[in-house]
C-alpha cells in the first residue's frame, strides 16, 4: 500500500469514527484530519468536500457490514438456512459498523434514503439472485419468479427489517422472526416444500 493510500485510508477511518459519533453536521474536517494524524488542508486533497468525505465513509463502513451479509450467504450451503439467518447475523454485526448503525437508525435525516444507494448493495442484491436461482435450479425454489427481483425484493425487506431493529432494538424482531421466515418460504417454495 503506497503512503498516499496508507493517507487515504486513515481520513476515510477517523471519518468513519467521527461521523459515527458525532454526526455529519456537527463534526469538521479539520476535526477528522486531526483524528487521522493530517494537517487539514490534506484531508482536502483526498475528498473534495465535507459530504464527499462523509458519503465516502458511509459507503466505506455499510461496505463491510453488507460483505458480512455476502459472506453468510456464501457460507451456507443448505436450501434456505441462510435466509432465517441472515437479519440476525446483521443485527449480529452492526455494532461493529458504527456510520451504517446511525444512518440505519434515523440519525442522518438527510441522508436515510442514501442507504438504499450504497453501492454494495449491488453486489448483495446480485448474489441474493443468484442464490435463488442456484435453488431453483435444485428445485429448493419455485420456478416461477424471476430470482433477480425477488433478490432485490428481499434485500430491501431485510434492510427495513434491519433499520427496525436499529431503531427499535433487538428483542422487537424475536416475536417476528418465524413469520418473516413464513413469508419469504411463501413466496419461493413451490407448494409441496412447504
Known amino acids: 500500500m503506497t503512503k498516499g493510500e496508507q ?6 477511518g477517523a471519518a468513519i469514527s467521527r461521523f ?3 454526526g455529519f453536521r456537527p463534526t469538521a474536517v479539520a476535526d477528522i484530519a486531526r483524528d487521522a494524524g493530517v494537517s487539514g488542508t490534506l484531508a482536502f486533497n483526498y475528498y473534495p468536500n465535507k459530504e464527499a468525505l462523509f458519503l465516502a465513509a458511509v459507503d466505506e463502513d455499510s461496505a463491510g457490514l ?3 451479509a455476502v459472506d453468510h450467504i456464501h457460507d451456507f450451503v443448505g436450501r434456505q438456512d441462510w435466509r432465517a439467518t441472515l437479519l440476525l447475523r446483521l443485527v449480529d454485526a452492526v455494532d461493529e459498523h ?3 448503525k446511525r444512518l440505519l437508525g434515523g440519525l442522518e435525516p438527510d441522508v436515510t434514503a442514501r442507504v438504499l ?5 449491488e453486489e448483495l442484491r446480485k448474489v ?6 442456484a435453488e431453483q435450479l435444485d428445485d429448493f425454489v419455485r420456478n416461477d419468479v424471476d430470482p433477480m427481483l425477488l433478490g432485490s425484493g428481499f434485500v430491501s425487506i431485510f434492510l427495513s427489517l434491519l433499520m427496525s431493529v436499529v431503531q427499535i432494538g433487538r ?3 424475536v416475536p417476528y422472526g418465524p413469520g418473516i421466515v413464513a413469508v419469504m418460504e411463501a413466496a419461493l ?5 412447504n
Open 7 to 12: 493517507t487515504r485510508r486513515a481520513i476515510l
Open 171 to 173: 428483542d422487537a424482531i
Open 117 to 121: 444507494e450504497i453501492p454494495a448493495l
Open 20 to 22: 459515527a459519533r458525532d
Open 98 to 100: 458504527p456510520l451504517a
Open 128 to 133: 441474493v439472485g443468484e442464490r435463488i436461482r
Open 66 to 68: 453488507i460483505q458480512i
Open 189 to 193: 417454495l413451490p407448494p409441496n416444500k
